[in-house]
């Protein structure tokens, strides 16, 4: 972009360039509200054919994968034993002369772990920052964040980033139950949500260990429960704590493999610490042995028009409200039973559906999505996770940390408090202080928010007395903070 001169305050001459036609308003909604935000020229290339360039990022094969390190889940595992192993060692072992060396050994173990997490993220932000296919992206991350595997402990901290490539984004515009199978029997989710240590209480292990005297794992319902209040049915649907039980007993089984076992620290089925016997959820018995108990409940609740209606109720209050339109709602839950949950169909539902491109913009941006989209606004991506997660986590969202199984909040209230906004300023001002120099603020308040832009922010980024000061009020404005 070639060089302008700043805007300065008080200067008659100077006005904001006319707003862009009434027709444009759609091709501003696609970029901003189902995307991630304009880079330059992308509200122009939708504008002939706006929910076509969201149609076409839909497809079959799934999302796009951030170009992470290629470390799967049970390398990443297995490091993670090793250097558990050697704070062990460390710890149980006499003093020496080399202990010095030995905990630096340690440091550079666990640096090593956290390296690798970092480089996931970063990956992911640059895959958001520059991808063509944003809504394709934005896609990705409401069911990453739907079936959320949080960085809140150690282990989990080091598998968030292949839990999202190999579990989420393969099956992002597939069938609803492949996701929630692919989620529920990944060894993050075991570990996370503490499936994989489940025994069943009348189980060979459990009889195993009684005889000899050892204390049984017992059952864990952490899962059973996530799964039908969070990523099925939703609270509304009247199962009970019976329910949540029965599940969580054909869940036992759903294990992670040992380091010395075939398929070292990926998903296996342990048969003898499975509850044997029928079990009856939501009203529904099941007879089924092994593994395939749990599978045949999973494939009802995936059917359920409870599961329908709850995941329909979140993607409108996602893409559109946090009082979502009703009959966007039924739409979406009309379309998620007409297809047998496949996910595509859902997308091109939310897409083609009137409510969804109402031009109020009554969502506020996270504070992922207001950096993601920041940078994306000057074609930009970060160029170091130390220029990201920094800020990230100042404004409340650390790197894979969501605060529970629930994910990160989307509602305003939680983003848009007084000292929230104050951070968000710090951030803008910063950021502005290092781009903003080389960059024509008129024009990019134009290409970032095309004929969203009002009349009174192209004023106040036009009149502003140097190009930081408008690129910082560019960054503030309710346009640019809402989607």
Not at 285 to 301: E, I, K, N, P, W
Request: proline letters at 7%; one cysteine or more.
């Amino acid at each position: 972009m070639g060089k302008t001169d700043a805007p300065r305050k008080g200067d008659k001459r100077l006005s904001p360039p006319p707003s862009a036609s009434a027709g444009d308003l759609p091709a501003a909604i696609a970029v901003t509200r189902f995307g991630l935000g304009a880079r330059p020229g992308e509200i122009a290339a939708a504008r002939s054919d706006p929910r076509g360039f969201l149609t076409d990022q839909i497809r079959v094969e799934g999302a796009d994968l951030p170009q992470a390190a290629p470390d799967t889940t049970a390398q990443r595992l297995s490091g993670f034993r090793d250097y558990e192993l050697r704070k062990r060692e460390i710890k149980a072992g006499p003093g020496t002369s080399d202990a010095a060396a030995q905990a630096d050994a340690l440091k550079a173990l666990q640096k090593g772990l956290r390296d690798q997490a970092e480089t996931d993220f970063l990956a992911r932000a640059r895959l958001a920052t520059n991808t063509e296919a944003a809504f394709r992206e934005r896609w990705t991350l409401f069911w990453a964040n739907h079936f959320t595997v949080s960085a809140t402990k150690a282990i989990t901290g080091v598998v968030a980033g292949p839990f999202e490539q190999e579990a989420i984004r393969p099956h992002v515009f597939g069938r609803f139950e492949d996701l929630l199978v692919a989620s529920s029997t990944h060894p993050a989710m075991l570990l996370y949500l503490d499936q994989a240590q489940s025994v069943g209480p009348d189980s060979k292990a459990a009889a195993y260990q009684r005889t000899r005297a050892k204390k049984a794992g017992g059952l864990n319902e952490n899962l059973a429960r996530e799964i039908l209040e969070l990523h099925t049915v939703g609270v509304g649907a009247g199962y009970s704590q019976a329910d949540v039980t029965e599940f969580a007993r054909a869940m036992t089984g759903f294990s992670i493999g040992r380091p010395q076992e075939e398929g070292a620290f990926q998903f296996l089925f342990r048969d003898n610490a499975h509850e044997p016997g029928p079990r009856t959820v939501m009203g529904r018995r099941y007879d089924q042995d092994s593994q395939a108990q749990a599978l045949a409940v999973m494939r009802d609740l995936a059917a359920s028009p409870h599961t329908a209606r709850h995941v329909s109720a979140k993607l409108a209050a996602h893409f559109v409200s946090d009082d979502p339109p009703p009959a966007l709602v039924a739409r979406l839950e009309k379309s998620f039973m007409a297809s047998g949950g496949r996910l595509d169909a859902l997308a091109r539902t939310l897409v083609a559906a009137p409510e969804a491109w109402d031009p109020a913009p009554a969502k506020f941006k996270t504070p992922y999505e207001f950096t993601i989209s920041t940078w994306r606004a000057i074609g930009a991506e970060p160029s170091a996770i130390g220029k990201l997660a920094p800020v990230l986590s100042s404004l409340g969202q650390k790197p894979f940390s969501a605060p529970s199984p629930k994910g990160w909040p989307e509602e305003a209230q939680v983003w848009c408090a007084p000292d929230a906004l104050i951070k968000r300023l710090r951030f803008s001002e910063a950021f502005a202080a290092v781009t903003a120099d080389r960059l024509d603020p008129v024009a990019l308040a134009q290409s970032a928010l095309g004929a969203r832009l009002t009349a009174p922010t192209a004023k106040a980024v036009a009149r502003a007395e140097t190009r930081r000061e408008a690129m910082a009020l560019l960054l503030m404005s309710p346009e640019f903070q809402r989607r």
